[in-house]
């Protein structure tokens, strides 16, 4: 496997835990955790590796998602 494959793996990983974690702390369905998290702008912020973001724990992430874009859990 070269570096983009694993990547691109690490990434998806990622993504699972966010939302299976985002699901669980906000008592949503996983559907619903899947469209807050790839409705928000960290999502964004994740695909494309902006400040190395993409390496912080995910429960750090959710947090950082809820703290900073309250208007897409309504």
């Known amino acids: 496997m070269n570096e983009e494959t694993l990547e691109h793996v690490y ?3 990622l993504e699972e835990r966010i939302i299976g974690y ?3 702390i906000c008592n949503f369905s996983y ?3 899947m469209d807050v998290y790839y409705s928000s702008k960290l999502s964004d912020k994740i695909y494309l590796g902006k400040n190395g973001i993409q390496y912080l724990d995910y429960k750090v992430l959710v947090q950082i998602l809820l703290e900073t874009e309250k208007e897409l859990l309504d």
Do not use: H, S
């Open 22 to 24: 985002l699901a669980k």
């Open 11 to 13: 990434q998806e990983n």
């Open 31 to 33: 559907e619903k955790a």
